[in-house]
């Protein structure tokens, strides 16, 4: 391998920038090229390439977003348009490819990989934190304290008008940003998608004495079709509990965004620095992951089952801490 090519992929996450910045220097360092593949797959299928050299990813550590931007690309969900990326790439002497992005993005790059023999390393970005095989994804933590700053926020206008607020949260499928986002903001309850089939948590919520001493409160909602979302809490409560008075703000876009927290930097440039190493041992196919502060490899197909257990212990901690 001489040649690497790297792209983002799906949904943005702060920390993308810190990774970009570690494969890049990591290749530079080891005497690898790098070229960047913009707007993910669209930019492999079109030919956005450009030639990355150690000072193109100065001065982004701290940025969120992407510097690389990302997207969906159709195309490289035919045949056809995965015949047209791999054409682009050898015709750009690129020999292998790390894929920053989630489980879709992934599921590309393991099909891709498949068909054309190309060694492909995906690194774990997105808020949801729903990869398996790694402690936490690049953005889980920036966005998970985006959340908190949000929510100390909302706190302040609950307690002054003795209010109910459900804020919802992303998370895909997902119930890690809604269950710690509850932890640390001190939210009386979170409804998350891993337990939504299995008890009522808003009548569980309210028999559970919500509300006897304080006066005001907060649910975290996930944003799932399995929970329904916050609006939908607030209807229930509105019609089954009209003594309540109840509000509901959707966090929405502003938690994709901004600086990435130090954990999320180190974890990306760790990741990052680990993704050239893989290459160079002959490593391809997988995602490297940190688990137990150890960089682990995790083939494609594990990290995208979608299956990343919850923390039950976490329920009961929120459950026993919002007395
Ligand atoms: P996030 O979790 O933040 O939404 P993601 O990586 O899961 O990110 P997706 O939109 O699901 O985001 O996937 C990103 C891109 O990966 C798609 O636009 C497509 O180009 C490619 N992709 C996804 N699924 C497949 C597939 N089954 N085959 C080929 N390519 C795929």
Redesign the pocket.
Known sequence: VKCIGILT???DAPGMNAAIRAVTRTAIYNGLSVKGIYR??KGLVTGEIKEFKSQNVSNIIQLGGTILKTA??KE??TPEGRQIAYENMKKEGIDALVII?????L??AR?FAQEFDVPCIGLPG?I?NDLYGTDTTIGYDTALNTILDAVDKIRDTATSHERLFFVEVMG?DAGFLALNGAIASGAEAAIIPEFSTEVDQLEEFIKNGFRKSKNSSIVLVAESELTGGAMHYAERVKNEYPQYDVRVTILGHLQRGGSPTAHDRILASRLGAAAIDAIMEGQRNVMIGIEHDEVVYVPFTKAIKNDKPIKKELVNVLRELSI
């Open positions: 992929s799906g949904g993910g797959y969906r690309c490289f969900t992005g989630g489980d879709g993005s599921t590309g099909i997105t949801d895909r």
